[in-house]
């Protein structure tokens, strides 16, 4: 068990660049959770696969927002055209179906100037 | 919609003192209630969790009781220790999900400093 894995841990972008971020989930799971999380914030759900087929998206996921999850296993989330209000952290969480604990990655800290 | 109110932080203790920290929730039908933790340069980790009415959750000395008639599920330590200096988020799952599964709501967390 490697843990749930992020890359980059770290973006500085500015306003109007596309960024995209990677989520490597615990290898056997097959859930894999986006959430935001700002300062002085708990984390706010952003949308979820299962498999590679991606079940609910928050209404948080403006049109800017997409994800994949194209063969069940690693995930991207793209933020286009990016806003100052996108700084925040992105975590990644992934579970297994039928066990209810969700295992979270680092985060990736991003920051629109 | 489901919802999760925690009490305001920070909170200060001293090392060896009694913690609470409160959680009550807004939630249709029967969620499931987690204490998740952040210490400091970490990701967020399972503290513990309960999935129906009156169970306990309980880890490393850390308690929680799931209280349907009071919608509340607190975070106690008897004995609380600098290495429990964090940040704690009380966080639901849905019922809709059949309380498992689905998302998480988070409170907005409490941090927690405690002082030898």
């Known amino acids: 068990d490697t843990g749930v894995s992020q890359n980059p841990r770290h973006k500085i972008t500015k306003r109007g660049q596309n960024v995209t971020f990677r989520c490597d989930p615990i290898?056997?799971?097959?859930?894999l959770y986006w959430y935001r999380q700002t300062l002085g914030q708990g984390p706010e759900f952003l949308t979820y696969f299962q498999n590679e087929a991606q079940l609910e998206k928050s209404r948080l996921l403006s049109d800017r927002f997409s994800a994949e999850r194209p063969k069940g296993s690693f995930s991207t989330l793209e933020i286009q055209r990016t806003e100052q209000g996108d700084s925040a952290m992105y975590l990644c969480?992934?579970?297994?179906?039928?066990?209810?604990?969700?295992?979270f990655g680092p985060g990736t800290r991003l920051l629109v100037l | 919609g489901d919802s999760v109110t925690q009490m305001e932080g920070p909170v200060t203790l001293s090392e060896e003192a009694f913690l609470t920290i409160n959680c009550t929730y807004t939630?249709?039908?029967?969620?499931?209630l987690f204490w998740y933790v952040q210490y400091p340069g970490e990701g967020l980790q399972l503290l513990l969790k309960a999935t129906k009415a009156d169970d306990k959750g309980s880890n490393k000395g850390f308690e929680a009781t799931y209280r349907k008639e009071t919608t509340s599920f607190h975070l106690e330590k008897g004995s609380v220790q600098v290495s429990d200096s964090a940040v704690y988020f009380c966080a639901l799952t849905p019922w809709r999900y059949g309380g498992s599964q689905g998302n998480l709501i988070f409170g907005k967390g409490t941090k927690l400093s405690v002082k030898p």
């Open positions: 290898s056997e799971h097959n859930r």
């Open positions: 939630a249709t039908g029967y969620p499931s």
């Open positions: 969480a992934s579970s297994l179906t039928g066990v209810e604990t969700q295992y």
